[in-house]
């Protein structure tokens, strides 16, 4: 039995642990039948030309993983951002773990999709926000249709959240293969402000694939910082659906990291609801082996005067293959729009490749739009210079790279989350610099 | 000058039509409409085609049958009825002639409005012209000249009876009969076109040049273009064209196939100007052609396009880097007004060792058009030190019209270095004070910048053609752009 049937005749199964009379049963009731009709994705899909999912889903993944198990601290601890204080959001083969957590209702609400979903006093916002954005395609739908369980974030208006919001979801391999579909919403209000890091992490070698979808609402003059570590076993695959609604002179930064994982697709959709809004899309991409990483980017300029910018950088030793796939829409009311775009790669190794598709779709004509894409390799005599002047060529080339990487790791706000994104570079590229950016 | 308004300008463009839209009424000799393997052996019969021609023939519309049109080009349009079209119509122009004197003067009176009177050409511009009327060649100067040469260039059904080796050593091999819907539909039923052969080391001595024009009202034009250049031999071939207005869509489906053996160069340039519609999007040619050529080592092959004609655009004139240090050029101004949409680039692949590739493709979209880059750059695991540069510039006048760009990058080596940049702009109010400071007219102004705008791609056209380019320009955007 294929997976997506396996999914389909599952269908029932999850109707049972779930108040099938509700307004938010029939939204996932619609998305279902969505995903029945169009299935996983597949390479003749423009959208999903360079990357096949086939071979994460040949895997009999257990679809409801109910085998309760506990972890300790001291061994997940690593994965943490530990060396400061956050509200975590931690959850175990998709259950929420209150014993790793540290939510909150005060003033804030840091908590539960769950709760989020079938309690009353959350219902307005749920009825505003839930599955808004979210688009209908293959596997949007699919996480829809099984949404129950997540991170639910609301920050009041004028609001600062004190100190960042960690949101983490381990797989603890008790089954051969798991298939999670976490569901995040976070609605940010008006001037209020917000830093949240994610981070999928499976703690075997057994089989992981993760279809998370996150909605993003960030009203008048809101900033969102949000920080996405992928650096998972070579195990786990991750699908990463991210939408986020904008209104007037709001900021939203996401800064994706991918290291890890086997296949990584990164979903990543600004829809501008306002003006002077400015949108920031970053990432860097560091990978090996068999490892394949497709960041999928839109920006979608609806109102006028407003920014967006992208960077990219991706390094590609052994076998691996990076795609980048940005897109940038101006609507033709979005005058004076400034969308900037850059995606920059570097090929390791013979065997690896990179496609990249940048792609611009104006009806304005009062625009500034650029995209750069280029790919290329180390300066040969810079690393000559170093060479000359005893930096060994390992370390010499890690050097290059960091200053390769370093104008996404320079917006980074929280100093340490920025260090830790460090060491994981320095780890990556198994080299010891002995300082930090 | 009155206050003269951006908006004035825009509306003027709107309400331009077409200057060449004239329609000369000379007898022609149509077949049937719709299509079918016997409309095929019958065009094959009809130019008196060895056997192993026909069997192509028939061998494209069978794969033809089987294909289905492509849908994934930016563009949206009404489907042409494949049932509907002639396939074949020749001007009856018996015997063949062998003085210009003796040419039709109606067919004469045509060249005249084109601006390409035969006598001066051959006395002043020292260019060789085929000149294809509705499919079938009437015309051709200076054979004579370059036949000292050894160079051949001929209508290619004439190529086919008097040169069947080279045609059939060559024809297909770039373009293969199955490669996409049109280009098989154009194996299957071409009525005509040109053939070039430049033998080893020759420098062909003058601008090959050939005006296309689409004559007979409800006939499809198939031309088949094969350019041969041999071992270190040079050629630089222009293609022009105009076609009178129209209200029923034609249809064009071309295929150019370009082959430059080792150290050899050739340059092909094209100026585009069929009939776009009218201002509210009805009529026009729909062009839809492929052209590619091959590198062998050491080769170039230079594209060069002003695209600004026809109501639907879908073309990717394409460099195959087969051999190693060889080098492909793409320059293309694409021009869009009313209702034109343009879906068009190019695509570099890079086979051998060292190989460069040069995409400048500009693009300027008014009214209410739609005007698209698509390429492709694909360099293979074998190309070691593969260098490509590609930039795709838009310019936009009025909220509504649309640029959109497609680039595809996929790199297997990780020795090649691969640039892509594309901006979006519109013409700057401070450019346009500048100049009216300096009492050049708004008008004058953007003509002014659009030619800044497009000078690196009109720099690469040969001299002759430079002019009417700019020319075609002037006339496409006239009172908005320039």
Not at chain 1, 105 to 124: E, F, G, N, Q, R
Request: hydrophobic share 35%.
């Amino acid at each position: 039995m294929d997976l997506k049937e396996k999914i389909v005749s599952s269908y029932v199964a999850f109707e049972d642990g779930v108040n099938i009379n509700s307004d938010i049963h029939e939204i996932r009731t619609d998305a279902f039948q969505q995903f029945e009709k169009l299935g996983f994705p597949s390479k003749k899909l423009e959208a999903w030309k360079y990357t096949s999912l086939n071979t994460i889903l040949k895997e009999d993944y257990s679809i409801f993983p109910d085998k309760e198990k506990s972890i300790n601290l001291a061994d997940v601890k690593q994965y943490f951002i530990h060396d400061i204080d956050t509200y975590k959001v931690i959850f175990i083969d998709g259950k929420y773990s209150s014993f790793l957590s540290e939510t909150t209702h005060d003033s804030i609400d840091v908590c539960l999709m769950s709760s989020a979903l079938t309690k009353a006093k959350y219902k307005p916002v749920i009825e505003n926000y839930f599955n808004k954005i979210a688009k209908q395609d293959n596997l949007t739908s699919l996480n829809t249709a099984f949404s129950k369980e997540g991170a639910y974030i609301h920050i009041p208006k004028n609001t600062e959240v004190e100190k960042p919001i960690q949101i983490i979801n381990f797989t603890t391999g008790t089954e051969a293969a798991t298939m999670l579909q976490p569901r995040n919403l976070i609605v940010v209000e008006q001037n209020a402000h917000v830093q949240i890091i994610e981070r999928h992490q499976s703690l075997t070698e057994n089989a992981v694939f993760t279809n998370v979808v996150t909605e993003i609402y960030a009203d008048r003059h809101s900033t969102v910082d949000f920080y996405k570590i992928q650096n998972d076993h070579i195990s786990a695959s991750l699908v990463d659906n991210t939408f986020i609604e904008q209104q007037s002179e709001s900021i939203v930064s996401v800064h994706t990291f991918s290291f890890g994982g086997n296949i990584t697709r990164n979903n990543l959709n600004f829809y501008q609801k306002g003006e002077h809004i400015d949108s920031i899309l970053k990432g860097i991409t560091i990978i090996e082996g068999k490892q394949h990483v497709d960041h999928h980017t839109l920006v979608h300029h609806i109102e006028p005067n407003c920014e967006s910018h992208q960077d990219y950088k991706g390094i590609f030793d052994e076998r691996s293959t990076g795609v980048f796939n940005g897109k940038v829409i101006v609507e033709k009311e979005a005058q004076k729009t400034n969308a900037y775009q850059k995606n920059n790669n570097i090929l390791v190794s013979d065997k690896s490749t990179i496609n990249a598709k940048p792609q611009l779709e104006i009806f304005a004509d009062d625009v500034k739009c650029s995209h750069g894409c280029t790919i290329g390799q180390l300066d040969e005599e810079a690393l000559f210079y170093m060479q000359q002047r005893g930096i060994g060529i390992k370390e010499a080339r890690a050097l290059l790279m960091y200053a390769f990487a370093n104008t996404v790791l320079e917006s980074v706000k929280i100093p340490e989350v920025k260090s830790r994104i460090t060491k994981l570079i320095a780890n990556k590229l198994n080299v010891n610099i002995g300082f930090n950016i | 000058m009155s206050k003269y308004t951006e908006d004035d300008l825009r509306e003027e463009l709107e309400t331009k039509e077409y200057e060449y839209g004239f329609y000369t009424d000379i007898e022609s000799e149509t077949f049937a409409k719709g299509l079918n393997e016997d409309v095929v052996r019958a065009i094959s019969k009809k130019k008196n085609e060895p056997k192993w021609m026909t069997d192509w023939r028939l061998e494209a519309f069978r794969v033809w049958s089987k294909m289905e049109e492509p849908e994934w080009a930016n563009v949206s349009y009404k489907k042409p009825e494949f049932q509907e079209i002639a396939y074949y119509s020749a001007p009856k122009q018996k015997p063949k002639l062998n003085s210009i004197d003796e040419v039709d003067p109606d067919l004469l009176a045509t060249f005249e409005k084109l601006g390409i009177s035969l006598e001066e050409q051959k006395r002043l511009a020292n260019v060789a012209v085929d000149i294809v009327i509705d499919s079938v060649s009437v015309a051709t100067t200076f054979k004579k000249t370059l036949g000292e040469k050894g160079i051949i260039f001929m209508p290619i059904s004439e190529a086919i009876q008097e040169h069947p080796e080279l045609v059939k050593k060559y024809l297909g091999t770039v373009v293969p009969t199955s490669d996409n819907f049109y280009a098989a539909l154009n194996s299957a039923v071409f009525s005509d076109g040109s053939f070039c052969y430049i033998p080893k080391g020759v420098r062909c001595p003058m601008e090959l040049s050939t005006y296309f024009r689409i004559n007979e009202g409800g006939t499809g034009q198939f031309e088949r273009t094969l350019v041969v250049a041999d071992k270190g031999s040079f050629v630089s071939y222009l293609e022009g064209c105009t076609a009178p207005s129209r209200d029923e869509n034609q249809l064009h489906a071309a295929v150019v196939e370009l082959i430059a053996l080792d150290d050899a160069e050739i340059k092909y340039s094209t100026v585009q100007n069929w009939y776009p519609g009218n201002s509210e999007g009805k009529g026009g040619v729909y062009n839809f052609v492929t052209k590619r050529g091959l590198c062998e080592t050491n080769a170039k092959i230079s594209w060069t396009q002003v695209e600004t004609g026809s109501a639907i655009t879908w073309k990717y004139p394409s460099c195959i880097l087969k051999g190693n240090n060889s080098v492909g050029e793409f320059y293309s101004i694409a021009v869009t007004n009313n209702y034109q949409q343009a879906d068009t680039g190019t695509k570099m692949i890079h086979l051998g060792k060292n190989t460069k590739s040069t995409i400048i493709s500009k693009g300027i979209s008014a009214g209410k058009s739609q005007n698209s880059y698509r390429g492709l750059v694909q360099i293979n695991s074998r190309a070691e030190n593969a260098r490509n540069f590609s930039q795709c510039d838009s310019l936009l006048m009025g909220n509504k019209c649309g640029a959109h760009t497609f680039p595809y990058i996929e790199v297997k080596n990780k020795t090649a270095q691969v640039e892509h940049e594309a901006t979006t702009s519109k013409i700057g109010e401070e450019q346009l004070f500048y100049c009216n400071q300096r009492g050049i007219d708004t008008e004058k102004a953007i003509a002014l910048i659009v030619n800044g705008f497009s000078k690196e791609v009109l720099n690469k056209l040969p001299m002759e053609f430079a002019v009417e380019a700019q020319k075609l320009l002037e006339i496409s955007l006239e009172g908005s752009v320039g």
